[in-house]
């Protein structure tokens, strides 16, 4: 039962570049989590929205969200090669389960 | 990866076999978490477990079985019942069940069957 699809499934830029990803989902929601993956490793949380909350930054950050479009959206800005990975958003899905994405893979060339 | 360890980080099956994979968490939280991940996906969740004693089916929790006896651990299973099992598992935990809290996720054990 996937619940967020992001979009595009993959994102090549350069270092010191923006990189913007985003994220759908179905149904309404309580909250949309943002997670890292580095290849081959657990996820990282990076990010927590609200839905009553419309916009959110933590460091080069910056998360939306549009329930009335059900959308988020990731904005890294100045990226650096260490931001390469996959990025997933996460909504919660059926009761105290989060339901994840496909992903984006992010590749930030040097 | 927080303070969630999981071993071992490769793990080889002959078909027919089960394999027991460790988790296990310093944090206190009371949820954990199984997740399956295939090459190019998301996570799928398999089981859940909100307290200790108590644990619940995920999406595909068929072929997989659970226990826990500890609050700092959360073992899976993976029987020979399980008709595809090679992927990477991935185990999470946080501080209580419920959607408004973070998951903190251990670095996975990779699952081939041979």
Known sequence: ?110 | DGGITQSPKYLFRKEGQNVTLSCEQNLNHDAMYWYRQDPGQGLRLIYYSQIVNDFQKGDIAEGYSVSREKKESFPLTVTSAQKNPTAFYLCASSLVAGVYNEQFFGPGTRLTVL
């Open chain 1, 1 to 110: 039962s996937q619940q967020g699809e992001e979009d595009p499934q993959a994102l090549s830029i350069q270092e010191g570049e923006n990189a913007t990803m985003n994220c759908s989902y179905k149904t309404s929601i309580n909250n949309l989590q943002w997670y890292r993956q580095n290849s081959g490793r657990g996820l990282v949380h990076l990010i927590l929205i609200r839905s009553n909350e419309r916009e959110k930054h933590s460091g080069r950050l910056r998360v939306t969200l549009d329930t009335s479009k059900k959308s988020s959206s990731l904005l890294i800005t100045a990226s650096r090669a260490a931001d390469t990975a996959s990025y997933f958003c996460a909504t919660d899905g059926s009761a105290r389960q989060l339901t994840f994405g496909s992903g984006t893979q992010l590749t930030v060339l040097p």
